[in-house]
C-alpha cells in the first residue's frame, strides 16, 4: 500500500503542497493558500474533465442511439437468447457493454485527488488553530451553529459541510439538465457520500472541497453559454496578470525569488497570449513535426523521454548523492541500509513520470500528444544539462539535506544563469530541428543511450553503496559494536595547559538567569565559579549584527563595518569570525572551531574560510547526533531523519534537474517546499530544536582529553535557545507528550525552557569536564549575540527611543576564569544570584559591558593579544558609551555589498547602565 501511495497519491500531494506553500508565502493567509489549492488542482483537472465528458457524451449519445433497438430485444427474448443477440446487435454497431464505464470517468477522476486532498489537509499542522473569515480554527470541523441541550449540555452542528453538499447538488443539477435519471443519481448520491465522509472533518479540508464545488458549478454554468472558452481564456490572462502586479507592487518577499515568480507567470501569460494570436501557425506548426506521421514513433519519443526523466530523479540523483558518504546515511533508524531512501525516491519519481505523464498522455489526443512528446523531450533533455553540466557548488551536504555553502545558491552569478539558459535553449532548438526532419532517428537512438548509460551510472552507486555500507556493517559487528551507536571525539581540551572556550548560545536571554537558578538551586553548584553581567548590551538585535563583534570586537561592531565601505561586507564578516582562532593559532593554542555562525554568509557555515589555516580543527555538527541520540531516546522523537529523507530526497532530484536560477525556489532555505519538514504550530519539538538538543547533550562524549602542555581554544556555536521549544519540567528534557512546564513565572514560555535546557546541559558538561581535571585549568565565556523581545515581561524592561523593547538587546553573559572559586559574597557593587545547599552562589556584577567584551576577556593574559589582522589591541574601554543599531538584518546578507542598509532612525547611543531609560539617546 505504501507503494502505491507512492506511486499513484504522492505526485498528487506534492502538487498540492507546492501551490499551498507558494500562496502562504505570498499571501500568508492560510485559509487563501486552501482556496488557491482548490483552484489550481479545479483549473489543472480542466483539461482532464474535458476529455472525461467527452466521452460520456459519446457513451450517452451511443446508448441513446441504441436504446430502441436493446429495449425491443429484450421484450421479445430471454436468457441466453436474448444475450446471444444483443451481443451480435452490439457488435454491428461496434459497441461493447464494458464501454459504460465511460460514464465513470469523471468520478475515476476525483478519487485520486480526493485521497491526495485528504491525505495532506486532514493532518496540516498549519490548519491547527488558525482563523479564516467565519471559521474558528480550520483544523478542526467547524461547528457553527451551538445550542444548549437538556442537564446543561450542548451540541453544535458542522454547517460547512452541508453548505459543501448543497452546492454539489445545485452544480450537479446544472450539469446534468437533461441527462437520463440514473446519471443524476449517481452525482446526488456522490454528494451524499462527501458529506458523510467529510462531515467530521477538519474545517480546511471541507472548504477546500466546498472551493471544488464553487469552481465546478461556475464551470458549469459557464460551460452553458456560448462564450466558454472565451470566458475561460480571459480568466486565465485576469488571475496571471493580478498575480504578477500583486508580487511587484505588494509582496516585500525577496527581490530575487520574486522575479522568478514574476518570470514564470509572465511566461504562462505570454504563452497564453501568443496560443490566441498565433493558433493557427502553432497547429500547422505541430501538424509538421515528425513524431506526428506514426503513432509508434510519436509514443517511443514520450516514453524515452518520461523513463529518462525517471532514472533521473528516481535513480541517478538519489543514489549519486549517497553514494559520495554511504555510511552517513547508513543506520537511520528504523533502516540500516541506505537503499531503502532511494527506493522511496524511485517509487515517487515512477509515479510522477511512469505513471501520471503516460496517464494523462493516452488519456488525450493526437495534437496533444504531440505537444507533450515534444515538451517532455526538452525537458528530459534540460534536465540532464542541469544535473550533469551545471551541478553547482554548495558545498557537502548534511543527511538533513542541508548544504554548507548557499551562498552560490541564493545568490547565483549571472553569467554562469545566462550560459546554463543558453545550453539549454540550444539543446532545446536542437531536439526541435532532429524531430522536424528525417534524422529523427539520430534523437531516438541519443535517447536509447542515455537511458542505458543512466541506468549503468545508477547501478554502479547502488552497488558501491551497498559495497561500503556492507563493509562498515561488518567491522561493527567484529568489533562487538551496535552499528551508528558510537561518537568521534570533536573538542580536545588539555589538563596540564590552560582552555580557552567561548559557547555562543544564539538569541540566550540574559534575564531569565535569576529565574532559571531560582527554579533549579541545584545548578548553583555547577555555576558557582561563574560571574553573571546583567548589564550587557548587544551591539546589535539580529545575529548578523551581533556576532561580528562578538568573535572580532569593537572593531567590528556595526558602526565601524559601515566606516569600511571599501570592502565588502562578508570579507568584513569572516575576518571577524578570525580574529580569535588566528590570535590564539599563533599564541602556540589548538584551536577548534564548531558551527562558526553564518560563516561567509552561509548557512550552514561554509568553513572554508579556514582553509588557509591548515591546523584550525573546523566542523559544522549540525545533524551530526540526532540519529544517534534518537536512537537512545526512542521515547522522544521529533520528525525523524529517515521520514525527512523519505520526503524530501526526491525534491533534492528535481533540485539537481532545476537551472541554476530556480534552485533556491526548491531549496527554500533548508526546507525543500515541504511543510512537513519543520512544521511545529510554534511550540512543538521540531528537528531543528532537537538536533540543538543534542550537540549539547553529546558534548561528554564528544569531548577527549589529554596530558599536553599545550593550550587549546575552542568555541562553538549552538542555537537551540533560537529554535525554541516547551521541554518536561523539572529535567527539563525533550519530550513529545509535555505534563510539567515548571512553577516559573515565564513556564508558559518557549524560550525560557529553551534557556533552561541549555544551562542544565552545559551544568552536566561542567561536571565532566571536572572529573576529567580540565575544569579549573578552564576559561569559560557563556554569550549570546543578542536578546529576544518574546520576554518583554522581563524585570528592567522598557522601551527604547526607536520603539524596540530592551530586552531585544540584552544578551546573556556569563564568565568563569581559570582557577576561579567564587564564594557567595560579591564583589563591589555586585551582589549573588541564591545559595546552594554548600553556601554557594552565582556571583553578579553590574559592570557596563557588551558581547563585544568577549575577544577582550578570551585573550586577557595572553602575550600578544591583538587583532591579528589589523595588529590594534583587544581593548574594552567603553567610556563615552556604545554606538548600536536596531535594523533588523536577520537574513543572511548579500556578499556583493559593501554596507548594510541602516537608516539614520536606527542607530542608538547608551552609556553605563543599560536599564536607566536616561542612558539611551539617537544617533550615533
Not at 490566441?276 to 505541430?286: G, I, M, Q, R, T
Request: include cysteine; charge should be neutral.
Amino acid at each position: 500500500m505504501e507503494i502505491l501511495y507512492d506511486i499513484i497519491i504522492y505526485p498528487l500531494v506534492q502538487i498540492i503542497e507546492f501551490v499551498f506553500i507558494f500562496t502562504q508565502k505570498t499571501f500568508k493567509e492560510t485559509g487563501v493558500s486552501v482556496i488557491a489549492v482548490s483552484g489550481a488542482i479545479s483549473l489543472l483537472c480542466l483539461p482532464l474533465y474535458n476529455v472525461a465528458e467527452k466521452w460520456q457524451q459519446v457513451e450517452r449519445d451511443t446508448q441513446k442511439k441504441l436504446k430502441p433497438k436493446v429495449d425491443k430485444i429484450k421484450s421479445v427474448f430471454k436468457g441466453d437468447e436474448q444475450y446471444m443477440i444483443l451481443s451480435a446487435y452490439y457488435r454491428q454497431n461496434h459497441y461493447h457493454p464494458v464501454y459504460a464505464m465511460r460514464n465513470t470517468f469523471s468520478l475515476l477522476i476525483q478519487i485520486p485527488f480526493f485521497i491526495a486532498a485528504y491525505a495532506y489537509l486532514s493532518h496540516l499542522e498549519a490548519l491547527k488553530g488558525t482563523r479564516f473569515l467565519f471559521i474558528n480554527d480550520l483544523g478542526a470541523p467547524d461547528a457553527l451553529l451551538n445550542f444548549g441541550m437538556g442537564g446543561g449540555g450542548a451540541a453544535s452542528i458542522n454547517l460547512l459541510p452541508i453548505l459543501m453538499t448543497l452546492i454539489n447538488i445545485v452544480s450537479g443539477a446544472v450539469y446534468t439538465k437533461g441527462f437520463p435519471f440514473r446519471d443524476k443519481a449517481q452525482l446526488y448520491g456522490m454528494a451524499l457520500i462527501f458529506l458523510l465522509l467529510l462531515y467530521n472533518s477538519p474545517s480546511g479540508l471541507v472548504l477546500y472541497w466546498t472551493m471544488n464545488n464553487i469552481f465546478s458549478l461556475i464551470k458549469n454554468i459557464v460551460k452553458k453559454t456560448n462564450h466558454s472558452k472565451s470566458i475561460l481564456y480571459n480568466t486565465f490572462i485576469v488571475i496571471a496578470a493580478a498575480l504578477d502586479i500583486y508580487i511587484i507592487f505588494v509582496h516585500p518577499g525577496h527581490p530575487f525569488k520574486r522575479f522568478i515568480a514574476v518570470s514564470v507567470i509572465t511566461a504562462f501569460l505570454i504563452l497564453m497570449l501568443a496560443i490566441k494570436v498565433e493558433k493557427p501557425l502553432l497547429y500547422k506548426l505541430a501538424s509538421s513535426i515528425n513524431i506526428s506521421a506514426a503513432a509508434a514513433g510519436r509514443t517511443s519519443t514520450f516514453i524515452n523521454a518520461v523513463v529518462i526523466l525517471f532514472l533521473l530523479s528516481g535513480l541517478a540523483a538519489p543514489a549519486a548523492l549517497i553514494a559520495s558518504s554511504p555510511v552517513e546515511f547508513s543506520f537511520i533508524d528504523p533502516h540500516t541500509s541506505p537503499l531503502p531512501f532511494i527506493a522511496a525516491a524511485m517509487f515517487q519519481s515512477m509515479g510522477f513520470f511512469l505513471f501520471w505523464c503516460p496517464a494523462v498522455y493516452f488519456f488525450f489526443g493526437k495534437r496533444v500528444k504531440i505537444a507533450l512528446a515534444f515538451a517532455l523531450s526538452i525537458l528530459s533533455a534540460g534536465a540532464l544539462i542541469n544535473m550533469f553540466i551545471f551541478p553547482g557548488d554548495y558545498g557537502f551536504i548534511t543527511t538533513t539535506l542541508i548544504f554548507s555553502n548557499i551562498r552560490d545558491l541564493l545568490n547565483p552569478d549571472t553569467a554562469l544563469v545566462a550560459c546554463n539558459f543558453a545550453v539549454i535553449a540550444a539543446a532545446a532548438v536542437l531536439c526541435a530541428v532532429l524531430l522536424l526532419s528525417k534524422r529523427k532517428i539520430i534523437f531516438y537512438s541519443l535517447q536509447t543511450v542515455i537511458i542505458i548509460s543512466l541506468a549503468v551510472f545508477s547501478a554502479g552507486y547502488i552497488i558501491k553503496i551497498q559495497t561500503e555500507f556492507s563493509a562498515v556493517a561488518a567491522a561493527y559487528e567484529s568489533a562487538g559494536v551496535p552499528a551508528g551507536n558510537t561518537l568521534n571525539p570533536v573538542y580536545n581540551l588539555s589538563r596540564n595547559g590552560k582552555n580557552v572556550i567561548v559557547v555562543m548560545l544564539d538569541r540566550g536571554i540574559s534575564g531569565y538567569v535569576p529565574y532559571i537558578f531560582q527554579e533549579k538551586p541545584e545548578l548553583l553548584e555547577e555555576f558557582k565559579d561563574f560571574t553573571w553581567y546583567p548589564n550587557c548590551v548587544s551591539l546589535g538585535g539580529y545575529t548578523l549584527l551581533g556576532v561580528p563583534s562578538l568573535f572580532g570586537g569593537y572593531e567590528y561592531s556595526p558602526l565601524e563595518m559601515q566606516r569600511q565601505d571599501d570592502r565588502l561586507l562578508v570579507e568584513k564578516y569572516n575576518e571577524a569570525l578570525l580574529v580569535l582562532p588566528k590570535l590564539f593559532l599563533e599564541n602556540g593554542f589548538s584551536v577548534t572551531i564548531t558551527d562558526p555562525t553564518q560563516a561567509n554568509f552561509s548557512a550552514p557555515p561554509d568553513l572554508r574560510i579556514y582553509d588557509e589555516y591548515d591546523t584550525i580543527h573546523a566542523e559544522n555538527l549540525h545533524g551530526r547526533f540526532l540519529t544517534y541520540w534518537q536512537r537512545k531516546h526512542p521515547q522522544t522523537q521529533a520528525l525523524s531523519i529517515s521520514t525527512l529523507l523519505k520526503n524530501n530526497l526526491i525534491h533534492f532530484s528535481f533540485f539537481k534537474m532545476s537551472p541554476l536560477f530556480f534552485r533556491s525556489i526548491i531549496y527554500d532555505k533548508g526546507d525543500w517546499l515541504t511543510t512537513a519538514n519543520f512544521t511545529s504550530g510554534g511550540n512543538a519539538l521540531t528537528p531543528l530544536t532537537l538536533d540543538n538538543y543534542t550537540m549539547l547533550d553529546t558534548l561528554p562524549e564528544i569531548t577527549s582529553v589529554n596530558d599536553s602542555d599545550v593550550n587549546t581554544y575552542t568555541a562553538m556555536t549552538n542555537d537551540l535557545t533560537h529554535e525554541p521549544a516547551f521541554f518536561q519540567a523539572p529535567q527539563y528534557v525533550p519530550s513529545n507528550n509535555i505534563t510539567n512546564k515548571g512553577d516559573s513565572p515565564f513556564a508558559e514560555e518557549t524560550h525560557y525552557h529553551a534557556n533552561m535546557a541549555a544551562l542544565v546541559l552545559l551544568g552536566k558538561w561542567f561536571d565532566y569536564l571536572k572529573q576529567q581535571g580540565v575544569y579549573d585549568n578552564s576559561r569559560i565565556i557563556i554569550v549570546s549575540d543578542h536578546g529576544w523581545y518574546h520576554s518583554t515581561e522581563l524585570p528592567n524592561n522598557f522601551t527604547l527611543p526607536n520603539g524596540d523593547s530592551l530586552v531585544m538587546f540584552n544578551p546573556l553573559l556569563m564568565v568563569k576564569d581559570f582557577y576561579t572559586a567564587n564564594s557567595i559574597a560579591a564583589e563591589s557593587g555586585g551582589d549573588a544570584i541564591g545559595a546552594g545547599a554548600n553556601g554557594v552562589g552565582i556571583k553578579t556584577d553590574y559592570t557596563f559591558m557588551s558581547q563585544a567584551d568577549v575577544p577582550y576577556l578570551a585573550s586577557m593574559g595572553i602575550t600578544n593579544a591583538t587583532n591579528p589582522f589589523t595588529q590594534r589591541p583587544l581593548f574594552n574601554d567603553k567610556q563615552g558609551g556604545i554606538t548600536i543599531t536596531s535594523a533588523h538584518k536577520w537574513e543572511t546578507s548579500d556578499p556583493r555589498k559593501y554596507k548594510w542598509k541602516i537608516h539614520l532612525g536606527e542607530w542608538l547611543h547608551v552609556r553605563d547602565n543599560i536599564f536607566d531609560p536616561k542612558n539611551w539617546k539617537w544617533g550615533e
